[in-house]
C-alpha cells in the first residue's frame, strides 16, 4: 500500500523547533542477533550498551552504537499480525511518547539519568527479521526505528523520561554524509549522441554541469549505468542491475546494492545526467535534514512531483530496490509514490532573471537537439 504523500510547507525558520517529550519502556540486550531481553539498568558506553553484541560487523560503529524503536510503530506493526515485543526487533531501547522516528538526523536525546543519544540514521529493516515473519521486512520500511550515537555516556533505566531537542542549524546533511549519484548511459536515441557527452553552447558537457551543481552540497560522486566516457572520468562507476531496460531503476538498485556492501552515507542525491540547469541552491532545498524517506520537488505540467533529481536516506534507497526486484516495477515515479515522499516547492523565480533561476526550466530534460537549443540563456 503506497503511503500518504507529504507537501511541506513553505519557509522554514533557523531556530530550534519544540521539543518532544517521552518515556523508555524497555532496556534490552543480547550476545547477537534477535531478539534482545529486557534488563532493569543498562550501562551506555560511547560503542553501545554495556554486554550488548551484534552478529555483524557493520552494526558494530559509533554511528549506530544505539538503535531506538517507538512504541507506537511496534504496536501498529502488532495489530497487523507481527509477534512483536520490546526488544524482539533488535532495538535497544524501546520509548514511549517521544515519537523518535519524527526526529531529525541530528537531533539529540536526553534523558533524565544524564545520557545523550545523537539520532544519526534511519534505521533499514534487514534479513534478520525474517526469523519473526518474511512479511515483517517490507511491513516495517519506515517504522523499525532509528540509530543514534552517544554523546554522554552512562546509566539508563526504563521508566525514566527522554526529551527530543532538535538543533535548527543542523538543517541539511552535511556533505560528506551525502553520495551524488549521476545517472548516465541509456539510449538516447533522440538525441542522437550519449547525452551526457553532448556539447552545451558554453562548452560544457551536460555531464559536466550536472557534476558542477551537485560538487559543493556532496562528499563524492558515483555514475550510474554504462556510458564509457563517463566512467573514465568517475572514482566509481555501477552498472544497473536488471535487464537493458532497467532504466533508472536498474541504477537506483545497483546503489542500494552498493550501500548495503558498506557506504556509511546518511542521503543520497540522485539526478540525471540531461538536466544542465540544476544549480547547488535549489538542490540542496531537497537535502534537508528530516524523517522523510524520499525528497522531491513539486512537478510541472500536471504532475504532482517530479522523480528527479531525488534525495533519499538509506530508507528511501532500500524501499526503492526492495519494491523494483519484487515486482519489476520499472516506473520510478510509481516507485517513489509507494512509499510516500514529501514534496518541495520549487524556488520562486527571481524577478528579471534568467536561464537556470527559472524553477520550471531547472527540473526540465534535454532530450532532442530541439531542446538543446533552447539552453542557452533567454
Known amino acids: 500500500m503506497s503511503r500518504p504523500i507529504t507537501v511541506e510547507a513553505q519557509g522554514h525558520g ?56 517507538d512504541e507506537e510503530d511496534m504496536h501498529a506493526l502488532i495489530a497487523e499480525g507481527f509477534a512483536l515485543e520490546p526488544g524482539a526487533a533488535g532495538e535497544n531501547l524501546t520509548v514511549r511518547g517521544a515519537l523518535v522516528r519524527d526526529g531529525a538526523l541530528g537531533d539529540r536525546l536526553v534523558f533524565d539519568g544524564g545520557v545523550v543519544l545523537e539520532i544519526t540514521r534511519v534505521r533499514t529493516p534487514c534479513y534478520v527479521l525474517d526469523a519473526i515473519d518474511p512479511a515483517l521486512r517490507t511491513a516495517a520500511i519506515g517504522r523499525i526505528g532509528t540509530y543514534a550515537r552517544v554523546l554522554t555516556p552512562g546509566e539508563i533505566r526504563p521508566g525514566e523520561g527522554v526529551s527530543i531537542r532538535a538543533d535548527g542549524a543542523r538543517d541539511c546533511f552535511a556533505p560528506e554524509r551525502v553520495v551524488g549519484a549521476i545517472l548516465v548511459g ?109 525528497r522531491v520537488f513539486a512537478g510541472t505540467d500536471g504532475r504532482d512531483f517530479e522523480p528527479l533529481p531525488l534525495v533519499l536516506t538509506r530508507t528511501g534507497l532500500d524501499a526503492i530496490a526492495r519494491g523494483a526486484a519484487a515486482s519489476d516495477e520499472r516506473s520510478l515515479h510509481r516507485l517513489i509514490r509507494a512509499i510516500g515522499p514529501t514534496i518541495v516547492a520549487r524556488p ?15 527540473v526540465r530534460d534535454v532530450d532532442t537537439p530541439e531542446d538543446l537549443a533552447s539552453c542557452s540563456p533567454s
Not at 543480547?30 to 543498562?42: Q, T, Y
Open 14 to 69: 533557523t531556530g530550534p523547533t519544540a521539543t518532544r517529550t517521552g518515556r523508555v519502556l524497555s532496556v534490552n540486550i543480547s550476545p547477537g542477533g534477535i531478539p534482545k531481553r529486557p534488563i532493569p539498568v543498562g550501562v551506555m558506553r560511547c560503542a553501545g550498551l554495556k554486554d550488548d553484541g551484534h552478529n555483524h560487523a557493520k552494526h558494530r560503529t559509533p554511528q549506530q552504537a544505539i538503535s531506538l524503536l
Open 186 to 294: 541509456g539510449a538516447s536515441s533522440r538525441m542522437g549522441q550519449p547525452k551526457q557527452d553532448v556539447r552545451l553552447p558554453d562548452g560544457r558537457t551536460m555531464l559536466d554541469a550536472v557534476e558542477e551543481a551537485m560538487r559543493p552540497i556532496v562528499g563524492s560522486i558515483v555514475h550510474l549505468g554504462e556510458a564509457p566516457g563517463a566512467q573514465r572520468r568517475a572514482r566509481r562507476v555501477l552498472a544497473d542491475i536488471g535487464d537493458g531496460d532497467a532504466g533508472p531503476v536498474g541504477g537506483l538498485r545497483a546503489l542500494a546494492a552498493a550501500a548495503d556492501a558498506g557506504d556509511d552515507a546518511a542521503a543520497f542525491l540522485v539526478c540525471p545526467c540531461d538536466m544542465p540547469h540544476l544549480a547547488p541552491g535549489p538542490l540542496r532545498r531537497l537535502l534537508r535534514l528530516d524523517a522523510a524517506v524520499a
Open 348 to 362: 520562486p523565480r527571481v524577478p528579471g532573471s534568467t536561464g537556470d533561476d527559472d524553477p520550471v526550466r531547472m
